[in-house]
């Protein structure tokens, strides 16, 4: 059965996951993917052009489910500013619990690529814009001074991540710090005569 070509693009990001998940990161090539999904190569190349284009639009797909997941429960959250920094942390903690191993082995594949160079900046736009969105309400700063804000607390859960992942703190600690963390950076700032 013929699919439609983004259907079929869908199919084969699935057998992709798929390769990463069972077999590696190391494993998932175009031609391994084609094999697998039951395509010709010449229909793998025509979706990503290279493994690198492969690997990104894997890592876009994953942090596409991440921005609509948190979209969702900041939509829930009540209007608290404990609330909204609590459904912030426990959407990214909970975000990388569900990606799992795989999201990180894409992720250290690409490193120092062009192409997930270009994506990080663009996902990091995205996820600060939906920070300073759900947290402007909360305090008095000027976007200028406010975004660097977001950027800082970005960070701060990036690091937690990493120390999760390498099992030096555990997910319900990261989650609690990085809640008191933006609570008390948006407080602050609220409070603070300019």
Wanted: proline share 3%; hydrophobic share 45%.
């Amino acid at each position: 059965m013929k699919l439609k070509k983004d259907m079929r693009r869908e199919q084969m990001l699935d057998v992709a996951m798929e390769i990463v998940r069972n077999q590696s990161v190391d494993e998932l090539t175009l031609g391994t993917l084609a094999a697998k999904a039951g395509v010709s190569r010449p229909i793998a190349y025509e979706h990503f052009s290279t493994r690198a284009g492969l690997l990104v639009a894997l890592f876009k797909r994953l942090e596409e489910n991440y921005v609509q997941w948190l979209r969702s429960a900041l939509h829930e959250a009540p209007t608290e500013l404990d609330a909204v920094a609590k459904v912030i942390s426990e959407a990214y903690f909970s975000c990388l619990a569900q990606f799992g191993p795989e999201a990180l082995a894409i992720s250290a594949a690409l490193k120092g690529t062009e192409e997930m160079a270009a994506q990080q900046r663009l996902m990091l736009n995205v996820y600060v814009e939906l920070m300073c969105d759900a947290l402007r309400p909360f305090s008095d700063l000027q976007d200028e001074h406010f975004r660097p804000v977001c950027v800082g607390l970005l960070g701060a859960a990036e690091a937690l991540a990493s120390e999760t992942q390498a099992g030096a703190i555990s997910q319900q600690i990261a989650t609690s710090v990085l809640t008191s963390l933006i609570a008390k950076a948006v407080a602050d700032r609220a409070s603070k005569p300019r």
